[in-house]
């Protein structure tokens, strides 16, 4: 079965710098892999997704994630971090023979200094 | 597109009630709809994923005389937590997708947040 590891527990960020949030998975196969956005006491919102092609990939609110095979890796990125991005970001991977199969990392909590 | 909605948004309730908490995807289809739980400042944990029309499969360790899911029509699906105890107490999310797209999302609903007194 797929896994995810998120190393961090919780970041601190200055606004306006940049943040790099960190997922490494584990599955045998091509993996679907998922950026999940949580607002205190809120769902969880879609940021991005990657299921095939450019590795690279664009998602809302600025946000992008790179896909790396070779390190098992999908961290997320964004060049400026505003207040509003404080919330909690969680990464998922999907099998690829069942999309609907989706197992989440432990969550990575993101604190937006003024 | 692709809203899901959940009611209600938070409920108290007595040891020993039961709860109702519905899931609608509010414009489209879904045919699987997921449930997890959540405790405070951890991931969501799958309790299990229902497609319509058939029963529900569960996850290792959930209860499913506890946690009765009901996925009735493509557009709504139900858990009822029979008989709450306050270690039942958490924050209940559901999401919906269409089942037989291998590329196909999930959405979330806005959660629910239990409080068994």
């Known amino acids: 079965a797929q896994s995810v590891t998120q190393p961090d527990i919780h970041i601190t960020v200055s606004e306006g710098a940049s943040l790099e949030l960190r997922c490494n998975y584990s599955?045998?196969?091509?993996?679907?892999l998922f950026w999940y956005v949580q607002s205190p006491g809120q769902g969880l919102q879609l940021l991005l997704k990657?299921?095939?092609?450019?590795?690279l990939v664009q998602g809302i609110k600025g946000f992008e994630a790179e896909f790396k095979r070779s390190q098992s890796s999908f961290n997320l990125r964004k060049p400026s971090v505003h207040w509003s991005d404080a919330a909690e970001y969680f990464c998922?991977?999907?099998?690829?023979?069942?999309?609907?199969?989706?197992?989440f990392g432990a969550g990575t909590r993101l604190t937006v200094k003024p | 597109g692709a809203v899901v909605s959940q009611h209600p948004s938070r409920v108290i309730c007595k040891s020993g009630t039961s709860v109702k908490i519905e899931c609608r995807s509010l414009?489209?289809?879904?045919?699987?709809m997921f449930w997890y739980r959540q405790f405070p400042k951890q991931s969501l944990m799958l309790m299990a994923t229902?497609?319509?029309?058939?029963?529900?499969?569960?996850e290792q360790g959930v209860e499913k005389d506890k946690f009765l899911i009901n996925h009735a029509s493509l557009t709504l699906s139900t858990l009822t937590v029979t008989s709450a105890h306050p270690e039942d107490s958490s924050f209940y999310i559901c999401?919906?997708?269409?089942?037989?797209?291998?590329?196909?999302?999930?959405?979330f609903g806005p959660g629910t947040r239990l409080l068994v007194l």
């Open positions: 229902s497609n319509e029309g058939s029963k529900a499969t569960y």
């Open positions: 999401s919906a997708s269409t089942f037989g797209s291998y590329q196909e999302t999930q959405y």
């Open positions: 599955y045998g196969a091509t993996p679907y």
């Open positions: 998922a991977v999907g099998a690829s023979y069942n999309n609907n199969d989706m197992r």
């Open positions: 990657y299921f095939s092609g450019d590795t």
């Open positions: 414009d489209f289809q879904a045919t699987t």
